[in-house]
């Protein structure tokens, strides 16, 4: 029973981990597209 409890556990931190990277991702890629915008705009005003 334990054994099972374990794969569990484990289970449930690997998507968390899945979960927790995809939304750095999306974090990331959100910067990148800000940091792109302001960019523009520091072009414009120059």
Request: aromatic content about 2%; glycine content about 2%.
């Amino acid at each position: 029973m334990a054994v099972k409890n374990q794969a569990v556990e484990l289970l449930l931190a690997k998507k968390a981990t899945k979960t927790y990277l995809e939304k750095l991702q999306t974090l990331s890629d959100q910067l990148a597209s800000m940091k792109h915008c302001l960019q523009k705009v520091g072009q414009q005003v120059k």
